[in-house]
């Protein structure tokens, strides 16, 4: 994904959710900014194709599911909105409003790094992520090589990293009942 860059400033929540709903762009909000991106590459876009196939596949026949990047996530005191390239929510959806474009309570967020988003899906948002209280599992994706960061919740509300590398990898999330085989996450990206 392209870098992005704040083009707007000193928004409150509201106007930004109004100013959104109508853009042609999608744009992200933090602490009043609000930050434009440009489309993705495509490892990066199949990468995400690839990790939906397999969330779809496992979760058929259980209480969750699982949304595109078409869907915000909106973090406690409404200081984030943002487009995670994955959600999966356990349980009954909550949104913002009738809108129905704002999730409130997701299970797992992925997303999938690029160079000019890396630091800040590492920093600022996870810092927000974290926030959200039915956040059980955050995983980074690496689309350079087969790596997945799995960042997931301890009862204490401490945040556990695991790192798992190389094809022959695998990574079980316990919150969703799903495991991810980074054979099938990078198939077709990485040869």
């Known amino acids: 994904m392209a870098a992005p860059h ?3 400033g000193n928004l409150t929540p509201e106007e930004y959710l109004q100013e959104e709903r109508t853009s042609s762009v999608k744009r992200e909000y933090l602490h009043g900014e609000v930050f434009a991106f440009a489309g993705a590459s495509p490892a990066h876009n199949q990468i995400v194709f690839n990790l939906a196939g397999i969330l779809h596949t496992q979760l058929r026949s259980t209480p969750c599911r699982g949304y595109a990047s078409d869907l915000k996530v909106q973090t406690p005191g409404q200081e984030m909105f943002a487009y995670p390239d994955l959600t999966v929510v356990c349980g009954e959806p909550q949104f913002r ?3 129905q474009d704002v999730l409130l309570n997701p299970t797992l967020i992925i997303e999938v790094l690029s160079e000019s988003t890396e630091t800040r899906d590492r920093g600022e948002k996870f ?3 974290i926030q959200i209280p039915s956040l059980r599992d955050y995983l980074l994706v690496s ?5 997945i960061e799995h960042y997931a919740r301890q009862p ?3 945040w ?3 790192l798992t590398h190389g094809l022959d990898g695998e990574v079980y ?3 969703i009942g799903c495991t991810l085989r980074l ?4 198939g077709g990206v990485l040869s």
């Open 6 to 8: 704040a083009y707007r």
């Open 97 to 99: 409003d009738e809108q």
């Open 127 to 129: 810092l927000q992520y």
């Open 143 to 147: 689309q350079r090589e087969p790596r």
């Open 156 to 158: 204490d509300n401490r």
């Open 160 to 162: 556990l990293l695991t």
């Open 173 to 175: 999330l316990s919150s």
């Open 183 to 186: 054979a099938e996450v990078y």
